[in-house]
């Protein structure tokens, strides 16, 4: 091998043009959104067999994935492109529309149709009573559609396409029941967020645009060696923003956990197993950037340690069974940005972390929508216990998630959280210390407070109550079958993906991630094993002491960390302070500035003369002697710059 | 041609598409005296889409033929009917057949949008009457072919003289037009005596302009004005006030900011085609002249403008953003999202080069479809008073009918810019333009201000979809045919410019190129 002078590790990126099967990867896209499509404008004549069209599609897609996966194997080269057409075709400005299909897409296109498969059935079930249900199923394939575009792209313009898309989708099914004013809420705020991180990720695009001249993910690759090192930092900080946004992460987490105002299908699908993972996609796609700059990296693996804490302490103190899962997912998220911020090999592990995690976390979830299903929708664990005699298809499948998230070999979280904190433990200097910690001490938490999800849902007194007893009527029964098939499928993809996965997948994505690196953390590989698993035990064991005989029925007054915690940590009310506050005083300026100022001058004159004019003038707020000042004003204002901007530069 | 006329000033050939115009208008004036009333509306419709369509064949001919640097200039160099300029040319004449469509709508309510007779006092018995029964005036026909052959030669003017007489031209009908509407006539009123006033005051800033710069340059004709920046001797103060001056007149007809304040009254106020048609064609008629004015008369070779305009493209953005968030009534909203559309136009000009250009052309077609669009789906919207324009009315319309609540948001979705709509490939192009040209900054705060002007679209589609109809929720009207052409067009083209925007990307590439 004859390294060259600029950049001796990396192989330039070569993408392979699509033949055979491999050129009809638009299918994988098309056949769900012209699902979406038909769902929608069909109209009520669909409402009969449209959730079933909505199935169809993803399975088609899922087996067309499939298919694909196996005709990648026999490639030489694993990356194939194909360019659909050209989509701005104009001078320096060049887009097309690719397609990439490579091991790292491969991956994701079986996780999203795959468990998105098992989910679509799951939904018939779950919604079979909604009279939106052709609609949801309508939103539930764009979304697939869209999820697919993000993944199969070819450029940062088609990913940014998909990521938008899955945006929308996301927000229409958050608010899907907006007739619950949170629901409508909660809608706004993963738009408000995901907006502020959407800008971050426009801007990357438009920077490789300025210096790369394309986003072309090829182009970019091979040349992102040849840009300064702020201009790196400039371009991944940009990238990492979006990513923050989709995926929940710090300081941008704030809309992830509301987000469960939405049918729980979605929140398995799209706030646990997919969507929400499109950050650590996105920059595990772009390696190649974060790993031509430490500052960067540094920082992609701060925000995963903070948000992994974050998600752990929040989640001890929920009580709504979706909002544990949820900040348990912000959580997870945050070790595969702890992953992917370490790089080299950690990349791969953040992957199958993240795979593992698809099956597990979607299996909790719709493990938590049967327990709504059979008790009249609550959601307050504190409300639950002693349900495993009653839904026991539901608790064995919940077990195996619940098992696999703390750890608990040979489970598939053991599999994949462990080298996780092992190449944490691996970084170089004191930052392998603090790094490290934090994910050991992530995982002693997880245990915790899944464990009391677990105990405080399934098991321990009952705290529920009949329609003799109370006020509520609540009979908990198990699932039926076409919700609780899914479950059990996911369960096994819980048992073994991660051992299945721990090796195979690691060598899979070898060519877009790069080769496995020899790890030498800063504790024995052994010891830090035997450290976690102790850990975990504990953490554990104490949930079950403290929670095996039930928990109070309301909140209790409790410290301060603790109601901090409830508080979520006091992040919302930081948000509010910092952003939403002089975002509204600055509106309130503006429009004062607008409408009020200039007419201050005249406004007791006009009231005078506005009274005998009628309502319809009182709508009018200017008065035309007040525009024509501010025009005045405006125009003193442009002809003294222009006046200073060239004296200065004269002088 | 040429060697067959002995005046070798005028090449009719470049000129047909605006003796055309104005010779059907001043047709149409005579159709106003001798055509009996029942049949004026019809031959008015007829002779002004006759008209455009013509001059639009005209601006094909002339485009497929070529033009070059000896053919371009006609007039005694007084009019440039550069590639740039027959573009222009064009997708004004496009936009004008198509918010034509809807000034000539005449089913959505009994007589059409516009009031029979402008000089009825308001309120009056007489007033009640043509509100309920008579038909609109049919001068808005002429009136607009006069409005848009003035536009026509504004984007073309070569000369400040030429192009302050092409302002007014277009100006003066526009004013009346918005003085017309049927209903909320005292609105209506209010609005074009403001924008007159105002649009006089512009006016003045403009001609103050061009003699200021008479006074440095010797001369009012772009070509002279470039060659003299550098070697006259007289102080460099007066080019530069005369340049703003001038800059100011052209900034207020764009909406800019601190020039916009007229434009929320007046798109409020004025029947809702002709907001329409000023939406799409006085702004694309207003960027085609200041982008002329600053590539062709004062380029960046002498000084650089692009600080103090880079200002206020910023103020427009994020005024024209913030201040949509707070609006209650949709043709305010669509207003200032107008205002701060002038912003990402302005940064598309200041993106300078053959990219700039090209990119602001883009933009103005693929805006100029969407708002025309929008505001067709506004005029369908109506109740017992006619349009219902505020928002809250628009509550849960998505329930009531949703065909139409969905168009409404796909053009909403395409304002805020998302992906697979114009609205994405014409702001991509912009700020690839203005990033291509150095101005990464101007692009920071475009971004920005796009993000806060989701929120006042957004805030729409969720009240027509997430809201519950109340009583008080207007009906849809079922669109005549006019209007439906209309609005399907417009959102056809926001859809292919979309997903497809490579000819007309091509289109604007090639035609992005003024001569001096």
């Known amino acids: 091998m004859v390294a060259t002078l600029i950049n001796e590790q990396a192989e330039a990126v070569v993408y392979a043009p699509a033949t055979g099967l491999l050129s009809y990867m638009w299918l994988l896209i098309a056949i769900p959104a012209v ?27 899922f087996v067309l994935g499939l298919t694909l996966f196996f005709q990648l194997r026999n490639l030489e080269n694993r990356s194939v492109v194909e360019n659909l057409y050209s989509f701005i075709p104009v001078g320096n400005l060049r887009v097309d529309f690719g397609l990439l299909f490579d091991p790292l897409a491969a991956c994701f296109v079986l996780l999203i149709t795959g468990v998105g498969f098992l989910i679509h059935l799951y939904a018939t079930g779950y919604m079979a009573h909604d009279e939106g249900r052709r609609r949801f199923f309508g939103y539930f394939n764009l979304f697939i559609a869209a999820m697919l575009l993000l993944v199969l792209g070819n450029n940062y313009v088609m990913l940014y396409f998909g990521w938008e898309g899955v945006g929308l989708a996301s927000y229409l099914l958050i608010s899907f029941w907006y007739g619950r004013p949170a629901a409508a809420t909660a809608g706004k705020k993963a738009f408000l967020m995901n907006r502020v991180g959407d800008a971050g990720l426009v801007l990357g695009i438009f920077l490789m645009f300025a210096w790369l001249g394309s986003t072309n993910y090829e182009v970019v690759f091979n040349n992102i060696g040849t840009l300064g090192s702020t201009t790196v930092l400039l371009i991944g900080l940009a990238l990492l923003a979006g990513a923050c946004g989709k995926s929940g992460q710090f300081p941008l987490q704030a809309w992830l956990p509301d987000a469960m105002e939405g049918p729980t299908p979605v929140s398995a699908l799209i706030h646990a197993a997919t969507m929400v993972t499109a950050g650590v996609y996105l920059i595990a796609r772009s390696n190649p950037i974060f790993s031509e700059n430490t500052t960067l990296q540094t920082v992609v693996v701060s925000v995963g340690a903070i948000t992994l804490l974050l998600g752990c302490i929040i989640g001890t103190a929920k009580d709504d069974i979706k909002r544990v899962l949820a900040w348990s997912t912000v959580s997870q998220i945050g ?76 489970l598939s979280g053991f599999f994949t959280k462990e080298p996780i904190i092992v190449a944490a433990f691996s970084r170089p200097g004191w930052t392998g210390w603090l790094f490290g910690l934090a994910a050991l001490l992530g995982a002693g938490l997880t245990a915790f407070y899944m464990t009391r999800l677990f105990i405080l849902t399934f098991h321990g007194p009952k705290r529920w109550t009949t329609a003799k007893e109370g006020l509520v009527d609540q009979h908990p029964h198990e699932s039926p079958a076409v919700m609780t098939i899914p479950l059990i499928l996911l369960a096994l ?32 590989h052994g010891a830090l094993t035997a450290l976690s698993l102790v850990l975990t035990v504990a953490g554990a064991g104490l949930a079950y002491a403290l929670f095996r005989k039930g928990t109070a029925l309301t909140p209790q007054p409790a410290g301060v960390l603790v109601t901090a915690a409830r508080n979520n940590l006091y992040t919302d009310a930081f948000n509010e302070a910092v952003f939403e506050k002089p975002g509204n005083w600055l509106t309130r300026l503006l429009v004062f500035v607008d409408n009020k100022g200039v007419d201050g001058l005249v406004n007791g004159l006009a009231a005078a003369v506005g009274g005998g004019s009628g309502r319809l003038r009182r709508l009018q707020t200017g008065f035309v002697r007040s525009y024509a000042l501010s025009m005045l004003v405006g125009g003193v204002l442009v002809l003294g710059a222009f006046l200073a901007v060239q004296l200065g530069w004269m002088g | 041609m040429g060697d067959t006329i002995s005046f070798p000033h005028l090449d009719y050939a470049a000129l047909w598409p605006m003796l055309i115009l104005f010779g059907a208008a001043c047709v149409g004036v005579l159709v106003e005296a001798f055509v009996p009333k029942a049949w004026r509306n019809t031959v008015q419709l007829v002779l002004s889409l006759l008209a455009m369509g013509a001059a639009l064949v005209m601006v094909i001919k002339r485009a497929a033929a070529g033009v070059t640097a000896a053919n371009a200039h006609t007039a005694s160099d007084a009019i440039s009917i550069d590639k740039a300029g027959l573009f222009l040319q064009g997708a004004l004449l496009v936009l004008g057949i198509v918010s034509l469509l809807l000034i000539g709508e005449r089913t959505l309510e009994t007589g059409g949008p516009f009031v029979a007779q402008a000089a009825i006092t308001v309120g009056s018995e007489a007033d009640r009457r043509q509100a309920a029964r008579e038909s609109g005036a049919t001068e808005v026909y002429p009136l607009a072919l006069f409005a848009l052959a003035g536009m026509l030669l504004f984007v073309t003017a070569n000369d400040l003289l030429v192009m302050f007489v092409a302002l007014e031209v277009f100006s003066l009908p526009l004013y009346l037009l918005c003085a017309l509407a049927r209903r909320k006539r005292l609105l209506s009123q209010e609005a074009a005596v403001k924008y007159f006033l105002l649009g006089a005051f512009a006016s003045a800033f403009f001609l103050f302009g061009v003699a200021m710069v008479y006074g440095f340059a010797n001369a009012v004709d772009f070509n002279s004005i470039h060659a003299n920046i550098s070697t006259s001797d007289k102080p460099f103060a007066l080019l530069l006030i005369g340049l703003a001056m001038l800059a100011i007149g052209l900034l207020f007809k764009v909406a800019a900011v601190p020039f916009h304040v007229w434009t929320p009254d007046v798109y409020q106020g004025a029947p809702t085609p002709v907001t329409a048609f000023m939406a799409a064609c006085t702004k694309a008629a207003a960027f085609g002249g200041l982008a002329r004015v600053l590539y062709v008369g004062f380029d960046r070779s002498n000084w650089n403008f692009t600080p103090v305009l880079g200002v206020i493209a910023v103020l427009t953005m994020l005024v024209g953003a913030v201040l949509a968030v707070t609006q209650t009534d949709l043709k305010r909203l669509l207003a200032y999202s107008s205002v701060a559309n002038a912003g990402y136009l302005l940064v598309g000009v200041l993106g300078g080069g053959a990219a700039g250009l090209s990119s602001m052309l883009f933009y103005l077609v693929a805006y100029g479809f969407a708002i025309i669009a929008a505001f067709a789906l506004l005029t369908l919207v109506r109740d017992a008073d006619g349009e219902a324009t505020h928002l809250s009315r628009w509550a849960g319309l998505g329930r009531r009918s949703p065909f139409f609540a969905s168009v409404f948001t796909f053009l909403l979705l395409a304002f805020a810019g998302l992906p697979l709509t114009s609205g994405f490939t014409a702001k991509f192009a912009v700020f690839g333009a203005a990033i291509g040209g150095g101005q990464t900054w101007l692009v920071l705060f475009g971004v920005l201000s796009s993000i806060i002007l989701a929120f006042p679209y957004l805030r729409v589609i969720v009240m027509m979809w997430l809201s519950e109809p109340g009583d008080t929720t207007p009906s849809v009207s079922i669109p005549g045919a006019l209007t439906s052409a209309a609005l399907m067009v417009g959102v056809l083209v926001t859809l292919l410019l979309g997903v497809a925007p490579s000819s007309l990307l091509d289109l604007a590439n090639n035609a992005a190129s003024f001569v001096r």
């Open chain 1, 35 to 61: 699902s979406a499509l038909i769902l929608l404008l069909a109209g009520k004549a669909a409402n009969r067999w449209g959730h079933w069209l909505g199935v169809a599609s993803v399975l088609a897609s």
């Open chain 1, 335 to 410: 070790y595969m940005f702890l992953g992917v911020g370490l790089g080299g090999g950690a990349y791969a592990l953040a992957i199958i972390h993240l795979l593992a995690h698809g099956f597990f976390k979607a299996n909790m979830f719709l493990g938590a929508g049967s327990v709504m299903h059979g008790m009249n929708d609550q959601v307050d664990i504190r409300r639950f216990g002693g349900l495993y005699k009653y839904m026991r298809i539901t608790w064995l499948t919940f077990m195996m998630g619940w098992l696999a998230i703390i750890g608990i070999p040979p």
């Open chain 1, 493 to 524: 993809g819980s048992i073994v993906a991660g051992g299945l996965m721990v090796t195979s997948v690691p060598q899979w994505l070898e060519p877009v991630l790069g080769p496995e690196t020899a790890e030498h953390p800063k504790i024995a």
